[in-house]
């Protein structure tokens, strides 16, 4: 009898930890990265959101869902999702609710870092020299690309050019570079995904990063990128690689370096009712993998794409 007793026992206790997850909530402006991320506001004793979404990822739990504010200020960090921790189930993914939010990975241009070039054209050197972006008040500037001879084209006020591991830039007559609020890529990826599944992101924007604004390394399986802009990032907006399985849905993909959307290795993208605008480069860049595309659907055809 005693033994049955402790048997029932122990199957309630294990009953709570393995059916609920829970919300953690994050604002970069009232947040605290020492608080619990149980509350949507402060609270005495250290509840509260929490300020950062790598500290909301490293509190979370296995089909949690990751709750961001839209405070107007962008949250300036690359994060990477990882391991079981970071993953959900068929039936309870692991949500990161951007809420309309921005994550930006680019940094202030030092205005001291321009050197005069030649006519009303100036360049700096970033740290980071595979691929670049160029920001005005948080917004990719128009980039040109080289000119026939592979040399600097002819830039017009608020164009820029990235050649030989300097930015290129010319600024509006009368006006200096370091008068601008100027940011370049800086951060090298914005949400990376690595042996991860079954994880829903959306409602975000996603941009500034020096490589992808969304990477799926490898062994991301189940991932499914809902209502993102990934814009302005130095190679591309969503790159899949390894054996990673990603479906990108209601997204908007444009401004970006090399690709809109990369896919490489054994991957499998799906990408439903997305925009993916070829305006700066291809709108997919496929190295390996394989790629279905639907395209949206057509009122006028009763829904049909």
Known sequence: MLR?????LFAFSIVPTVGFARDVYVNNQIGDDRATGRYEQPRFGGEGPVSSLGRALAIANRGDRIVMADTGVPYREGVTLQAGRNSGEPDRPFVIEGNGATLDGSEPVPPDAWEFWRGEVFRFQPRRFSHQQLFLDDRPLA???LDANGGLPDLQPLEWCYIGRHIYFRPEPDRLP???ELTHASLPVGIGFYEVHDVVVNGLTVQGFQLDGVNAHDSAFQIVLDDLVCRGNGRAGISVGGASRVTIRNCLVGNNGAAQVRTEGYSRT???DSNLLDNTAPAVVRDG??????????PANGGAP
């Open 178 to 180: 370091g008068s601008y």
């Open 270 to 272: 799906r990408i439903i």
């Open 289 to 298: 993998g394989s790629l279905n595309i639907v395209p949206p659907a057509d």
């Open 4 to 8: 049955t007793f402790w048997l029932i």
């Open 143 to 145: 980039r040109r690309t």
